[in-house]
């Protein structure tokens, strides 16, 4: 049985998608990987209009473009720049600074590479969404911005963010990070702790996925106790006499976190509050996928393909977060 997804290193992908031609056969052999289908007819037989990357149906003669429904719809950037783009965010592990992918990629305005990036993002974050979180969970709540007069759960000036790392063991009886998510809230009371389980699909408003969650371990704080407790659900709880000792205590979470941190302060050089949570996906999106990093460019381009597109004016209103 063929692999869903091609492993690719960088040469293989420049030879693979010199131009817009190669982007497109590969978008629509993602979007129908078993021959093209009429949406409105239903008929197999249709003409490939290569120059406006439409399928034009023999029967019914209806024109489907193999960007409609995906982040590309109506974009007027070429598509080997989208792959391009795609590319790297997919590959690099620190992130991407949008400034060098404008240079690199010769995109006139700055808005136009911010807003392709957003749409990547989305597509990350909606992949993401499909997917529970099991076993046992570790969980933590941490804060990203300004330094403010105070620290930790008092500060004012920072955003609050929940983060999740569910945990399997390996031969050895090891314990090891699975899947990570990590979500902007507006405080860590027991209320948003429950609506955040809820959300991954492991909160009292679903069944299915309560039978995959077991138990959470946290650092004690009153309001995961509650939580455990509404949604019935184990909870161990470590105790932390000294902050700092929080990293081998709850190691994975606090992994993840750090290295969120890492990448928005270094690549990114910090983020606004109102587009932090589509960072914070972007950087789970390739954590969750690290067994896989030879495979994320095809990975991502199919999860670009599955989720539609958002404006600028979206974007810039917040009525859409990615």
């Not at 131009?19 to 056969?25: E, R």
């Not at 371990?217 to 161990?236: E, F, I, M, N, P």
């Not at 690290?290 to 539609?308: G, H, M, P, Q, Y």
Request: charged share 30%; proline share 3%; aromatic share 10%.
């Amino acid at each position: 049985m063929p692999k869903k997804y091609k492993e690719r290193s960088l040469i293989e992908f420049q030879n693979e998608f010199p131009d817009n031609g190669a982007c497109a056969k590969h978008i629509a052999a993602q979007r129908w990987p078993n021959g093209f289908v009429c949406t409105r007819c239903g008929s197999k037989e249709a003409w490939y209009l290569s120059k406006r990357h439409l399928f034009d149906c023999k029967a019914c003669r209806f024109q489907t473009s193999i960007t409609s429904g995906t982040i590309f719809h109506g974009t007027r950037t070429p598509l080997v720049k989208w792959y391009w783009m795609i590319y790297h965010i997919a590959m690099d592990k620190v992130g991407v600074s949008i400034a060098e992918m404008q240079r690199l990629l010769d995109i006139k305005e700055y808005r136009t590479a911010w807003l392709m990036a957003h749409k990547i993002r989305k597509a990350m974050a909606d992949r993401d969404a499909q997917y529970s979180l099991a076993g046992l969970v570790e969980m933590d709540d941490t804060f990203f911005g300004p330094k403010g007069t105070k620290r930790g759960r008092g500060s004012e000036r920072k955003s609050t963010v929940l983060c999740a790392v569910s945990l399997y063991r390996d031969r050895q009886g090891n314990e090891r990070p699975g899947f990570a998510h990590m979500q902007v809230v507006d405080n860590a009371s027991t209320s948003t702790i429950e609506d955040f389980l809820d959300r991954l699909g492991c909160g009292p408003a679903t069944k299915e996925g309560r039978d995959l969650l077991e138990a959470i371990r946290t650092d004690g704080w009153r309001s995961y106790g509650k939580a455990a407790k509404s949604t019935d659900l184990g909870h161990y709880k470590v105790i932390l006499r000294d902050p700092k000792a929080a990293g081998k205590l709850l190691p994975w979470v606090h992994r993840v976190i750090s290295n969120a941190k890492a990448v928005i302060r270094g690549s990114h050089r910090g983020v606004s509050e109102k587009h932090l949570q589509a960072y914070l996906s972007e950087i789970c999106y390739r954590f969750n996928r690290r067994f896989w990093e030879r495979e994320l460019f095809d990975r991502l381009v199919k999860a670009c393909i599955s989720t539609k597109t958002i404006t600028h004016d979206h974007l810039v209103s917040g009525e859409i977060s990615p």
